[in-house]
């Protein structure tokens, strides 16, 4: 099956997302993928956006049945969350739990005023009442997809594991 | 049940009872969860929902403020529900045995005990008896082990020199009677630290001491000499039985950190003490105080770590 290229689709998101940026939105990427995805959308829309990283390994849902992810990193947002327009990045929407988490993760820094949804790719398969108001492209493949970005920071994106 | 009472099978971390023996990717995994938590400390909402609905046990047979009190943020931090038990005022005064306490307290659906205890083994003990689902934090074992302090110092180390294979570290004082000096050459040993020296008279070193790969020393000008970290130990009065030393005057003469010893140490040495400190005995006023000093960050630090070991011990019964 072919995939689409995630480089042309991160062009098509940036333009989808421009006409509705106000000034002084600020942006949060999920780590690993959304973080990629996020600087790459930054530097197509251009200007000083401030950015921040999000890691949810400490809100997930899934504690009590496989423990602390080993590999937590620092969520570090670099700018007052109060009061102020988000959009969250990720590069793939499919159950809703990592956005629910990175909800949660985001209102543990203070009340932001909006907070959006930018993701590369929705497969579907949600699991809670979840959306996003920018999408690349939505792929209902019932596969794990997953983003990848080669040293020269070209994207590609790969199907993996069993059908789901 | 692993050869390791500490790890489970896959190799996590199941209890924190001692340093010794622990992997070194152990050990770093904990320092970089910690990192991950110091972040945590600096929010404005300080919690995050890891533990929560899980009740920890502050178990605390021996009395401790900093320890008990880091331990019960850390876990609150961390949302679980925390119980602090007085035990000199509990059921063991009325005879009963530690097992017992700690069987009543797995009846009343406990998910982890922080234990501290003058018995050297006493959480060992526990960590054999309690149900699978019940993680176990050793917070200071008689002449034994304090695996949380010697991370924490750890952790500061790392801050503070960005690691640990070309540094010259001086643990100084009363090593005899410290279970934290036994956690950190553990722990400088097992995150590879080229140079771990103990610098004590002779009355106050364990017999045993070369045996675990530190350098001797008996005079405090070479011991500390082009140290990149000296750790400072408390001289443990309530410990001492005998005459070990001539006076609390005379020992801070001699074996005493004061500005003018710190100058034999490197310009940019940092200065540790796991407290409570002594001042005028093991320290001087001036030098706790004074810009080479770390002795508050520890503490902060001593928090985040306890939210990783913590959160580490209680996703690994799953």
Same mark, same amino acid.
């Not at chain 1, 197509?44 to 921040?52: A, C, E, H, Q, S």
């Given at each position: 099956m072919t995939l689409p290229d995630p480089n042309r689709l991160i062009d098509e998101l940036a333009e989808k997302i421009r006409p509705h940026f106000a000034p002084g939105t600020a942006m949060l990427g999920i780590h690993t993928g959304g973080v990629w995805v996020m600087d790459a959308l930054a530097e197509?829309? !251009? !200007?000083? &956006?401030?950015? !921040?990283e999000l890691d949810i390994a400490f809100y997930r849902d899934d504690f009590s049945r496989i423990g602390l992810h080993p590999e937590a990193k620092p =969520? =570090? &947002?670099p700018f007052e969350v109060e009061g102020r327009d988000i959009l969250l990045v990720d590069d793939v929407l499919y159950t809703g739990r990592t956005i629910r988490a990175a909800m949660n993760l985001v209102f543990d820094y203070g009340r932001p005023a909006s907070l959006k949804l930018a993701v590369l790719v929705d497969r579907g398969g949600r699991e809670l009442p979840i959306c996003a108001q920018y999408v690349g492209a939505t792929l209902d493949l019932g596969r794990h997809i997953a983003l990848l970005r080669d040293d020269g920071g070209r994207f590609d994106l790969m199907l993996k594991g069993e059908t789901t | 049940m692993s050869a390791n009472l500490q790890l489970t099978e896959d190799g996590r971390l199941r209890h924190l009872l001692t340093l010794e023996g622990l992997p070194q990717r152990i050990l770093t995994q904990i320092l970089d969860t910690a990192e991950s938590f110091v972040s945590v400390g600096e929010r404005e909402v300080k919690k995050v929902p890891l533990l929560r609905g899980k009740a920890v046990f502050?178990?605390?047979?021996?009395n401790s403020t900093r320890t008990r009190t880091t331990f019960e943020i850390a876990a609150k931090r961390l949302?679980?529900? %925390?119980?602090n038990l007085n035990i000199a005022t509990s059921a063991t005064n009325k005879g009963e045995t530690l097992l017992d306490t700690v069987a009543n307290l797995s009846a009343m659906q406990a998910d982890m005990f922080v234990v501290r205890h003058a018995s050297s083994g006493a959480p060992h003990l526990i960590a054999r008896h309690v149900a699978p689902?019940?993680?176990v934090v050793n917070a200071g074992d008689g002449r034994c082990a304090h695996p949380t302090q010697g991370l924490l110092d750890m952790y500061t180390i790392r801050h503070y020199k960005g690691g640990f294979h070309n540094l010259r570290v001086a643990i100084v004082g009363d090593v005899l @009677?410290?279970? %934290?000096a036994r956690s950190q050459i553990h722990a400088l040993t097992i995150l590879g630290c080229p140079e771990v020296r103990v610098v004590a008279p002779r009355t106050l070193l364990p017999r045993d001491v070369e045996s675990m #790969? %530190? @350098? %001797?020393?008996h005079k405090m000008a070479t011991g500390i000499k082009d140290a990149d970290v000296i750790i400072m130990l408390r001289l443990q009065n309530e410990r001492m039985q005998g005459a070990l030393l001539p006076s609390a005057g005379e020992y801070f003469k001699y074996w005493g950190l004061t500005e003018d010893k710190l100058k034999l140490a490197r310009p940019d040495a940092i200065v540790m003490h796991p407290g409570p400190m002594n001042r005028g005995v093991e320290i001087d006023s001036g030098v706790a105080d #004074?810009? @080479?000093s770390v002795i508050l960050p520890q503490v902060t630090f001593g928090i985040a770590v306890r939210m990783a070991v913590m959160s580490m011990v209680a996703g690994s019964n799953t």
């Open positions: 197509r829309l !251009g !200007g000083d &956006i401030p950015r !921040g =969520s =570090s &947002i | 502050n178990l605390f047979f021996e949302s679980a529900d %925390v119980i689902h019940i993680s @009677h410290s279970r %934290v #790969g %530190v @350098h %001797v020393h #004074g810009k @080479h």
